[in-house]
Every structure is written in structure tokens, then in C-alpha cells.
């Protein structure tokens, strides 16, 4: 069975500093792994995903996230964070051998402050 | 273009009615989910749709849970005999296929009093 776990319920960063969003993958085969963020009171919106390829995925508002197979993680980053990016952001991993489920972690809840 | 719509946006309902909610997917996409969020949880995978294959129903949590679509166009998730606990926001999102992002609705926020 495929899963995923985001370690940390919250992350707090003051603007301007690096962010880091946790999330590691358990997949029988290989995985194509994605992030989404939702904003209060609007919708999931895709970020980036990982298929195949570059292991440093670059995606959305200047985030990226980096494919490490040996540590089956795709940690979300962003050099410098901005109030704006206080979100809820869910790690997602579709196992590509055991059909078309996505799963998405519990979530982590950022909260950037000025 | 539009993007994903579902409605209605909010629904409250008593136990034991039956509820639907509708999704209207991105024209042009060939596949089509549900998702449930509990509140200050994570998504819960309902079930899928890939244009003319049967639909992977794997993640209903009950048989008063059922859902439709109709070809490559809008679905319709049924809820028999409501329940407190079935109190969530339901998520639709559709896609150009198994290896596409997902793109989301707004959601159904269901209250079942």
C-alpha cells in the first residue's frame, strides 16, 4: 500500500527566511509525487510533481522540492518565505505499479510571520 | 477557461436524508475524483472516474456512499441515510489523465445535523 507522512502539524518561518516543508513516500514501486497548498477559504491548488527526470522539480509562487529516492522524500522549499505563503500544503504519491490512487498526507500547516 | 465547479457550495441536512452533489469538470478532462475532508484533516480518496473504464470505488467508505458521471462530463456523488460523522467537505477534481496534476473545486462544505 502506498502512503504518505508530513511530519510536522506546523512550521512557523519569519519572512524572509528559507521554508521547508517535510514529506516522505512509501510506494512498491515507483512514485510520482506531488504538492498542492490551500488557501483559507479557497480551493487545493497545484504547486509542483515530481514523474520523472531532474530530481529538483521547480514549480509555482517560487517553491521547489527535491526527489530523494534513497530517503523516499519530496521536502517542499522556498528560499525566502512571504506572509503570503501561510497555507495548509499536502504532499501527494501515486504509486505508478499499483493503480490510480492518489494519497495525500495529513498536511502541514505554514504560518509565515513579518 | 472554467475551472472546476461544484454545487451547491454548502449543504445542511438532517440524519438520515439523502444528499447529492454535483461536479462539473474541466472540459477535455478524461478523469475525474472525489475527495473527502474532515474537518483539520487530510484528503480521504472517495473514488475515480478514467473516461469509459469502470470506476475504482475503493475508497467508499460505506454502500450509502454511490457516485455517477456521465461520459467525460459531471458527477454526481450520493450520500443514503446521512450520518453526523459524513459531516465534511466533499472535493472534486478532475485531470487530462493519471499522470496530470489534479484540479480542484471549491468543495461542498455537508453538515448533517
Known amino acids: 500500500a502506498q502512503s504518505v507522512a508530513q511530519p510536522e502539524d506546523q512550521v512557523n518561518v519569519a519572512e524572509g527566511n528559507p521554508l521547508t516543508v517535510k514529506c516522505t513516500y512509501s510506494?512498491?514501486?515507483?512514485?510520482?509525487l506531488f504538492w498542492y497548498v490551500q488557501y483559507p477559504n479557497r480551493g487545493l491548488q497545484f504547486l509542483l510533481k515530481y514523474i520523472t527526470g531532474d530530481n529538483l522539480v521547480k514549480g509555482s509562487y517560487g517553491f521547489e522540492a527535491e526527489f530523494n529516492k534513497s530517503q523516499t522524500s519530496f521536502h517542499l522549499k522556498k528560499p525566502s518565505a512571504l506572509v503570503s505563503d501561510s497555507a495548509l500544503y499536502f504532499c501527494a504519491v501515486r504509486d505508478r505499479a499499483a493503480g490510480n490512487k492518489l494519497t495525500f498526507g495529513g498536511g502541514t500547516r505554514v504560518l509565515v510571520k513579518p | 477557461g472554467a475551472g472546476v465547479s461544484q454545487s451547491p457550495s454548502n449543504k445542511v441536512t438532517e440524519k438520515g436524508k439523502d444528499v447529492e452533489l454535483r461536479c462539473d469538470p474541466i472540459?477535455?478532462?478524461?478523469?475525474l475524483y472525489w475527495y473527502r475532508q474532515r474537518l483539520g484533516q487530510g484528503l480521504e480518496f472517495l473514488i475515480y472516474?478514467?473516461?469509459?473504464?469502470?470506476?475504482?470505488k475503493s475508497g467508499l467508505p460505506s454502500d450509502r456512499f454511490s457516485a455517477e458521471r456521465t461520459g467525460e462530463s459531471v458527477s454526481t456523488l450520493t450520500i443514503q441515510r446521512t450520518q453526523q460523522e459524513d459531516s465534511a467537505v466533499y472535493l472534486c477534481a478532475s485531470s487530462l489523465g493519471l499522470n496530470n496534476e489534479q484540479f480542484f473545486g471549491p468543495g461542498t462544505r455537508l453538515t448533517v445535523l
Open positions: 472516474f478514467q473516461g469509459n473504464s469502470a470506476p475504482d
Open positions: 472540459s477535455g478532462h478524461t478523469a
Open positions: 510506494v512498491s514501486g515507483n512514485p510520482y
